[in-house]
């Protein structure tokens, strides 16, 4: 999958991921905490520090964007409807933009299986088991799943299966049955070679990726996150300071 592509081939690859994570959690603390323009900061911040500091390529970083933009619209429109507010309205799509560009510069930068294994270090901090075994049993499925997917659409579009609508609806519920069947195919087949390699349903076991060693790259990140993490603080306060004044 591109995600995987960008993942392995950007130029703050070899940092920390638990650098990386903790300045994507921080400001996603901070975009829960504040307004609209606190997120908007929040999504420059990431958006920039993707395309130009990660160089990840700028149109599939835009197309990204715009698919989240889509899913976010139909919310907002509800939003407004119900509550008759402009501003609830674009502070949830603020807001959740926000969010998705944090997580768009985690995974865009970070390839999973080291997010995988930085969270089975954080054992100490509550960070529960299953839930990590349960993200990369699922990430799995999803890469067996697409792959199936595009097998299963390739062989329907040599068949004329999208030469019109009519045929088009009915080759995607196709596809869509098709996919719950190895879905549940997949999965069985998962849990049966766990179990003949003496899963018992305790740790699963992954290649340990030991953390890039390069203090240079690491502290240079370090540095850049804290400047940026404090600028978003200091925006939160000032933020606050002005609705404190008018209330």
């Known amino acids: 999958m591109f995600l995987d592509r960008y993942a392995y081939n950007n130029r703050l690859k070899d940092v920390n991921p638990l650098y990386k994570m903790a300045f994507v959690f921080s400001m996603m603390a901070l975009g829960f905490a504040g307004g609209l323009w606190v997120h908007l900061f929040i999504f420059a911040i990431m958006a920039t520090a993707a395309v130009f500091i990660a160089g990840i390529d700028l149109k599939g970083y835009a197309g990204l964007v715009s698919g989240a933009i889509l899913f976010l619209l139909p919310g907002a429109f509800v939003v407004f409807l119900s509550s008759y507010s402009p501003r609830e309205a674009a502070l949830l799509c603020s807001r959740s933009l926000a969010m998705v560009s944090c997580f768009y510069f985690l995974c865009l930068t970070t390839p999973a299986l080291e997010i995988v294994v930085a969270l089975k270090g954080l054992k100490g901090l509550g960070v529960p088991r299953l839930f990590v075994e349960l993200a990369f049993l699922t990430y799995r499925q999803i890469f067996t799943l697409a792959d199936y997917a595009g097998m299963i659409y390739n062989a329907q579009a040599a068949r004329l299966g999208y030469i019109s609508f009519a045929s088009s ?67 939160l306060a000032i933020n606050s300071l002005i609705k404190w004044g008018k209330g």
């Open 169 to 235: 609806l009915r080759s995607t519920g196709f596809l869509v049955s098709g996919l719950f069947a190895k879905a549940m195919e997949g999965s069985n087949k998962l849990q049966m070679a766990l179990e003949a390699r003496g899963y018992d349903g305790g740790e699963l076991k992954v290649l340990d990726i030991r953390p890039n060693a390069n203090k240079k790259e690491n502290t240079i990140f370090a540095m850049w996150a804290s400047i940026i993490v404090i600028s978003a603080i200091i925006l």
